[in-house]
């Protein structure tokens, strides 16, 4: 019953922790003609356009989707706004699919952004507000304790998360539009940076980036028309999902339950058994080193307590047979509200063969994740070369 | 496409100041009304979504602690909008479109009394050129009403027609309204301006309530509810934001999401419509292309109640509710976004048949 | 390794990264904008609501009270007069005792806690006796390197004429002596 959904556009902006060579506007048309050129489409080609990021305290802006709709061709176009947490761009494109799968839209244009430099964003995240519990420990202090039970019930070596951070940053240098650009890190650099929130250290922490993604969302026709003039599509083979509440008594926050059905659903949808086996890439968010183990386990890619281990066995390096962030991931460049579409469109550009130097050859199944809020809110996509 | 209806509706009893609840405790009992109401079990919703504002809260990822109030246990598939409920009801439309839920939960809400509401509203212009002048949502409303009134397209007198009409019609009408009559129109008319020409009477009220729908396809509707109210026809639509670059006294985003939504293809019986200053009532009659003999605002609409991210789903609760008595057979529900309707939906309900 | 590759943008409406002003005279010197700020305030008054209200009011007499889900009989604290997990009301009031376990938690090099706090400190996660739900909590009396996943704990408050309607009445949790409770006690928390 429905619409196959194509990616035919991808632009990001080069992402830093300022791009002060830009207005708001000009940040996300930066990233939309990227994409549209990519697409070999114009702005008056798209029929409606769906953003997402995280909340408007962060820029001081209520709702600037509002006072973007010249600067994006969206005049007598439909235009929409998604907000659900750290995961918001991830859900957003789930969103945009979802007009393209219901046969709404034939063309939609979708977009993560988020624009740190004009905002205070480590207030917008750990806001004082009265009559709450305070986080005295920030926004790491949060999920630091957690880390702590992962290791404690896997029996992880402790540098797990240095090596996660190492190769994730490593990565990133074959990525152009990456902000952090490390090119003499290496493990004991890493090892030996400031321990912020124990067992967190300052360089496996992710930073805080400017910057916006755009993709263009075609039905089948589209992605036929493309494929047809030498552009491969990415098709989108599953999305999902999924919430559960912050603080229920018995939550499992070191896996969380609304992971593990997200994963379970997304990866029904698309037919893969085995993600071990069937997934050739994979793009996780990862904002601190540990989550990679974590979330390995928490996706389905390795059984209870041995996600460190695929770590350590280079499984996850660009040369491992199961590639994790080899754009670099949100360890390298984290604009909030970006961080989740960033996930999902570099899932395509694999699997599309555009990810430069960061491809991993024959890519043809990928997955894109995102997570948000006390590791409650999850979206994910799979893509493939093939149509599902 | 598939045939959604709304099959069952609640909705607060729309106060200035709900002081002693927060958010949660505010739409937690209108939320399990209409679960109640709908006969779906309360984990047995295929998608959730929610419309509500950080900067009405005054609190980033203030939408978070609602979640409390939808047993999300085990997990939900589950989203929110950063814009009216009618909106999250739009992406809910589109989830049961898709094929991927059958059922889906719709609520959204305000609480407008922690802050100053007009002047969190000037939060939301393009921060280079208008925002730095505090122009609050009244300031903005009058620019309207004033180019309103110089194209003769309205006046005055006729604006407070309009609000004696409407808080009337609420007083008989519709017991969860805040504002519920009204003095006569020489009266209103002889009051100070708020913002010059529009006075208190012509503005929507300061409100605290929420809101909450469920939706659901085909048969399952039919299932569930005796007389579902069909959506047939949504879509929504934005004009340019900046003041100087558009005709205030027109609206072609409504003129073209009614199209779309096919507000023509059949007579109009009544019309909710999401104005909230009196002078937007005639440009939205306008934009709609409704007839002088549909009943516009019967529940009172935003002048009676205003409870911000809740009064468009209002809207299309108000109609829905007159289709599920039989009172109706097919009404327009319009709801807004943005300053001086920058952005509308538009939504065709219709009983069976 | 190079920047991406502009694009060739056709000139007119599109958003160009330079600005050139040589045909404007008298902009010779001046440099372009970058940025405009503009401070903004708003003033909100905060509801707590009424399971909050019931919260504060207890702990300003130095009393922690949660709340139980009639469904699952899970205790909430600081409770918010809903079931997270039933979506239903939560009623009835739990008191809770005043001493807590240990767990989970982290060591702290910055100070967060904008009130110079001596590093590193420890923020820990706590179960108060008789609820279902950790709080979040500093550890202090204490070295860091001794703290652990099970250790009993007392909360310390601040002196009598200070307590308010507020979670700062806490100050810390210390250890109060007792055993440390086993992982097996603690499994729906570790």
């Not at chain 1, 740190?116 to 304790?145: D, H, I, K, N, R």
């Not at chain 1, 183990?293 to 996850?316: C, I, K, S, Y």
């Not at chain 2, 979640?67 to 589109?94: C, Q």
């Not at chain 2, 005796?226 to 929504?236: M, S, T």
Request: glycine share 10%; net charge negative; aromatic share 6%.
């Amino acid at each position: 019953m429905a619409e196959r959904t194509a990616v035919v556009g991808i632009g990001q902006t080069k992402y830093s922790a300022v791009r002060g060579d830009v207005s708001l506007p000009g940040l996300l048309r930066e990233a939309t003609f990227r994409a549209l050129d990519d697409a070999q489409m114009t702005l008056a080609d798209i029929d409606a356009i769906v953003i997402g990021k995280a909340p408007d305290f962060f820029e001081g802006i209520m709702v600037p989707e509002y006072s973007l709709v010249e600067a994006l061709g969206a005049v007598g176009k439909p235009v929409f706004r998604v907000h659900t947490a750290g995961s918001v761009s991830g859900s957003t494109a789930i969103v945009a699919t979802g007009l393209i799968e219901s046969g709404v839209h034939e063309r939609v244009l979708t977009i993560g952004w988020e624009m740190q430099s004009c905002s205070e964003a480590m207030w917008a995240l750990s806001v004082t507000m009265p009559f709450q519990q305070q986080l005295v420990a920030g926004a790491g202090g949060y999920f630091a304790p957690y880390i702590r039970q992962y290791i404690a019930r896997s029996g992880a070596p402790d540098d797990t998360g240095v090596l996660v951070a190492l190769k994730d940053r490593q990565n990133a240098l074959k990525n152009p539009y990456a902000h952090l650009h490390e090119h003499d890190i290496s493990y004991e650099s890493v090892k030996e940076s400031l321990m912020l929130w124990d067992p967190i250290r300052y360089s496996e922490t992710c930073p805080s980036s400017d910057g916006a993604i755009a993709m263009v969302l075609t039905n089948e026709v589209g992605g036929d028309a493309a494929a047809a003039e030498g552009r491969a599509p990415a098709w989108v083979h599953g999305t999902s999902f999924r919430s559960e509440p912050a603080m229920a008594a018995g939550r499992d926050q070191v896996s969380p339950q609304a992971g593990r059905d997200c994963a379970a659903d997304v990866f029904r949808q698309a037919g893969i058994t085995n993600p071990r086996e069937q997934v050739d890439v994979v793009e996780m968010y990862v904002p601190f080193s540990w989550y990679e183990p974590m979330w390995l386990e928490n996706l389905g890619f390795a059984e209870e307590g041995t996600g460190w281990q695929l770590t350590h066995d280079g499984v996850t390096a660009m040369d491992g047979d199961l590639p994790v962030n080899c754009s670099g991931g949100v360890l390298s460049t984290n604009p909030i509200g970006a961080s989740g579409m960033i996930r999902f469109g570099e899932a395509a550009l694999q699997v599309r063969g555009m990810a430069g130097e960061h491809q991993i050859d024959g890519a043809r199944t990928a997955v894109g994740h995102a997570y948000g809020g006390a590791a409650q809110f999850y979206a994910m996509w799979v893509v493939g070369a093939g149509k599902p | 496409m598939r045939d959604v209806a709304i099959i069952a509706t609640a909705q607060t009893k729309h106060v200035r100041a709900a002081t002693a609840l927060n958010e949660v405790e505010m739409i937690q009992p209108v939320i399990q009304d209409v679960i109640e109401r709908s006969g779906v079990d309360r984990h047995g919703f295929d998608f959730t979504c929610s419309g509500s504002s950080d900067y009405l809260a005054g609190q980033p990822f203030s939408f978070v602690m609602t979640l409390d109030a939808v047993a999300a246990w085990p997990p939900i598939s589950e989203s929110h909008v950063e814009m009216d409920g009618a909106w999250a009801l739009y992406e809910a439309w589109v989830k049961i479109q898709t094929g991927h839920a059958d059922t889906a939960l719709v609520y959204s809400y305000g609480k407008s009394s922690p802050g100053d509401l007009p002047r969190v509203l000037s939060r939301m212009l393009d921060p280079y050129y208008e925002a730095p002048l505090w122009l609050t949502s009244i300031d903005v409303g009058a620019l309207q009403a004033r180019a309103m009134i110089d194209a003769g397209l309205t006046s005055e007198a006729a604006m407070a027609d309009i609000a004696h009409r409407s808080r009337t019609a609420a007083g008989v009408n519709n017991p969860h309204a805040q504002l519920t009559s009204s003095a006569e129109p020489s009266a209103l008319l002889a009051e100070e301006y708020l913002a010059d020409p529009l006075r208190r009477h012509d503005c929507a009220p300061v409100t605290d309530g929420g809101v909450a729908v469920v939706l659901a396809a085909g048969d399952r509707a039919r299932e569930l509810c005796d007389r579902p109210a069909w959506i047939r026809g949504i879509d929504h639509r934005a004009d340019g934001h900046h003041l100087n670059f558009r005709d205030l006294t027109t609206s072609p985003s409504t003129t073209l999401a009614a199209s779309r939504a096919g507000v023509a293809d059949r007579p109009v019986e009544i019309a909710e419509l999401h104005a909230c200053f009196t002078h937007q009532e005639p440009i939205l009659r306008t934009a709609l292309g409704l007839g002088d003999d549909v009943e516009v605002n019967p529940s009172g609409g935003p002048l009676a109640a205003n409870p911000m991210m809740a009064a468009g789903l209002l809207r299309l609760v108000e109609v829905a509710d007159r289709i599920h008595t039989g009172e109706v057979s097919r009404g327009v529900a319009h709801a807004t976004g943005g300053h001086a309707l920058q952005h509308n939906l538009v939504a065709v309900l219709e009983g069976e048949g | 390794m190079s920047e991406p590759a502009p694009i060739d943008l056709p000139p007119g409406l599109w958003s160009q990264p330079a600005v050139d002003t040589s045909a404007v005279a008298e902009l010779a010197d001046v440099e372009a904008v970058q940025m405009v700020r503009n401070p903004a305030r708003l003033d909100y008054d905060y509801t707590p609501g009424i399971a909050t209200t019931r919260f504060l009011r207890a702990i300003k007499e130095k009393r922690l009270v949660g709340e139980r889900c009639g469904e699952t009989g899970k205790v909430y604290i600081p409770p918010r007069g809903v079931s997270p997990v039933s979506g239903l009301p939560t009623t009835e009031q739990v008191e809770l005792g005043l001493d807590g376990t240990m767990v989970s938690y982290c060591v702290v090099n910055l100070d967060f806690t904008g009130n110079a706090q001596e590093i590193p400190y420890v923020s820990a996660l706590i179960l108060v006796d008789g609820s279902d739900i950790p709080i979040y909590g500093l550890v202090r009396e204490i070295p860091y390197q001794d703290v652990r996943v099970g250790l009993r704990l007392k909360s310390v408050w601040v002196e009598p004429e200070e307590m308010t309607t507020s979670l700062e009445n806490i100050r810390w949790w210390a250890p109060n002596g007792e055993a440390d409770l086993p992982a097996s006690e603690l499994t729906d928390h570790v």
